[in-house]
């Protein structure tokens, strides 16, 4: 019944002095709001990355070319054959997708259009592993790889700029490199990912691209698609056995090619988020305790103000405990409202700016629990000596206070 | 006997000179008396009330109250004697404004750890003695002076303490409210309770069983009326 006694008469003096217990409570407010936000934002990119990874489908590594090194000296670089690739798929251990492919720049011309574009050649596969549908028309087979026939793939964004629409240019020719290609499909829209902007592409059979378009057998890199809870580290053997054999690397020499999963840089780039994320919250953190102070000047004043009253609750038998509670009760109460206010506007500002921006929205419960939790401390810590000064009043001295 | 004083002295530290409010008072009540502490501003009387009153403690001498010594007791101990045998009624009615009259006459109950349900009844019950039974959820400033005091004199009844101490009550009041407020008073102490009225007025000094004139820090006189 004390404790109840406690929040109401806190209530009943936080309501009495409203304007006053905003502007006290402000910092708390602001301070809470801005580490529920940054906190909330740190979640969010994660989770767009989550998304993003997604996306991309099945995971995949990327082998691609090294240097031949004997000790310290460097013997050059040795590039990476199509011959590997299919030394790759030969191996049937791993239920895993090989896609070499070499990508290079050429002019393209359709009509009075002509624009200078990344060319990839690639084996039908690669849509598989990347993940790419088409929109119209159809992806080449095999069989127009064997060919080496002329035909091309484009990304959604090529039509519009070559100045025409899909359906306008699909089945036509278009000029790469001033050879006709036959236009067989279009892919759906992808979306640019940091390091690849397949929209803009046009892809090629692989040894179409290598025979016809590029002259050269050597692939920029071979992307392996891979199940995803694939065991990577033995499929990253598999890989390392099945190349040192082709690229007839001794015992104990270096490897000439590298492997990389590049899922780990997902991994580095959500470390990376986490620590600014804590280190931005860390800094917002500073101006809750900032407002602690503020609690504790205006709590001083209170109890200041109230001396009568006080004196009174002394008088009418109120211990020192008793007393205590009911400024540091109320002193936590600021806190915990500013607090709450705090997580209402800090999640109301990273929904706006996640719907402006869209981004997913993603806020965790313990961030919301954890700043008002926080608050709370704040109100405790910054309450007590306020509360002391108030229990420690001389009840004979505080009656008559005027 | 209630209160008992041996030789009662207390002295103040105003800078650096040491101020003797009480000087050494003997002083004894019975149960059910009514009694009156006269005397001017300076005397002595309102530190003997604080004394007496458990708000403060002496220097020197000895306090019995209901025969235990109540001298040396900690502050937590004082606050609970305070809160079980002694009710306060002041000049300027001291009620928590923000609080019904209800609520303010709870407010002993609830320091002394009543359960919500019994407190509300009793604190009901001692509103309808001093006659507010239909203002029990009026707040302060819906209630007249007299009333206000009625409900501070309740809140003073609510834990059935050992002795009532009143402060210049009609100090605030006009003198036909003063009048009501006395008579409640008489009712009170002719139910047996014993009440200590601090005050400077002769004829509300009258009104009690007993007279102690307090000056300079001593008994000057103490006759029965």
Request: with cysteine; charged share 20%.
């Amino acid at each position: 019944m004390l404790f109840k006694e406690s929040i109401i008469s806190a209530l009943s003096s936080i309501r009495s002095n409203i304007v006053r217990s905003f502007l006290t409570t402000l910092a708390i407010i602001i301070g809470t709001a801005a580490v529920i936000a940054v906190i909330g934002l740190g979640s969010s990119a994660n989770k767009a990355l989550d998304e993003q990874i997604d996306d991309f489908g099945p995971r995949t590594l990327v082998v691609s070319p090294g240097q031949n090194r004997r000790g310290a000296v460097t013997k050059g670089f040795i590039p990476l054959d199509i011959k590997d690739a299919y030394a790759l798929e030969k191996n049937e251990e791993h239920n895993w997708m090989i896609s070499p492919y070499i990508s290079r720049n050429r002019q393209v011309k359709f009509n009075n259009a002509n624009i200078n574009q990344r060319i990839r050649g690639n084996l039908p596969i690669h849509f598989k592993v990347r993940g790419y549908d088409v929109e119209y028309g159809r992806i080449f087979n095999d069989d127009e790889n064997f060919g080496r026939k002329r035909v091309v793939v484009l990304g959604a964004a090529v039509p519009k700029e070559l100045k025409t629409s899909p359906q306008n240019i699909l089945d036509k020719e278009v000029l790469i490199a001033g050879t006709g290609y036959k236009v067989i499909g279009i892919l759906e829209e992808e979306g640019n990912t940091g390091w690849q902007s397949p929209d803009e592409e046009l892809y090629v059979p692989l040894l179409t691209g290598a025979q016809r378009l590029f002259g050269t057998k050597n692939v920029d890199s071979i992307n392996i698609g891979v199940e995803k809870d694939a065991n990577v580290d033995e499929i990253m053997m598999s890989i390392e056995r099945i190349l040192r054999a082709q690229h007839d690397i001794g015992p104990g020499a270096d490897n000439d090619f590298n492997i990389n999963d590049y899922s780990q840089f997902s991994d580095l780039r959500r470390q990376a988020t986490g620590i600014f994320t804590a280190l931005i919250a860390g800094i917002a953190g500073i101006s809750l305790v900032v407002g602690g102070i503020g609690v504790m000047n205006i709590m001083l004043v209170s109890v200041t103000e109230r001396t009568r009253e006080i004196g009174l609750r002394k008088a009418l038998g109120a211990t020192h405990k008793a007393i205590m509670s009911q400024f540091i009760v109320e002193a936590i109460l600021l806190c915990v409202i500013g607090g709450c206010i705090g997580v209402f506007l800090g999640t109301s500002v990273l929904y706006l700016l996640a719907s402006f921006q869209d981004w997913p929205f993603a806020m965790p419960f313990s961030a919301i629990v954890g700043s008002i939790t926080f608050s709370a401390m704040v109100g405790l810590f910054f309450g007590i000596w306020p509360a002391r000064k108030a229990a420690k009043l001389d009840p004979a001295i505080s009656l008559r206070y005027e | 006997m209630i209160i008992s004083t041996q030789n009662l002295k207390r002295s103040f530290q105003v800078g650096s000179e040491k101020v003797e409010a009480l000087k050494g008072i003997n002083l004894s009540v019975e149960k059910s008396e009514f009694l009156s502490i006269m005397g001017p501003s300076g005397s002595g009387k309102t530190t003997l009330m604080n004394i007496i009153g458990c708000l403060d403690t002496p220097t020197e001498g000895t306090y019995h109250l209901n025969n235990n010594l109540v001298n040396d007791l900690s502050d937590d101990e004082l606050a609970r004697i305070r809160n079980k045998e002694i009710g306060f009624v002041f000049q300027s009615f001291h009620l928590l404004a923000k609080n019904s009259a209800l609520n303010n006459v709870m407010l002993p109950l609830k320091y002394a750890g009543v359960r919500e349900d019994n407190a509300i009844t009793m604190a009901k019950n001692v509103l309808d003695k001093v006659g507010l039974t239909n203002r029990i959820n009026h707040s302060p400033s819906e209630l007249s002076g007299g009333q206000q005091q009625r409900v501070a004199i309740a809140r003073a009844l609510v834990n059935k303490p050992s002795i009532i101490f009143a402060d210049e009550p009609t100090g605030n009041l006009d003198s036909q409210t003063g009048d009501d407020v006395m008579n409640l008073f008489k009712e009170l102490n002719e139910q047996g309770q014993t009440i200590i009225l601090i005050t400077h007025e002769e004829d509300i000094a009258r009104q009690s069983k007993r007279i102690i004139n307090i000056k300079d820090g001593l008994i000057e006189s103490d006759y029965k009326i």
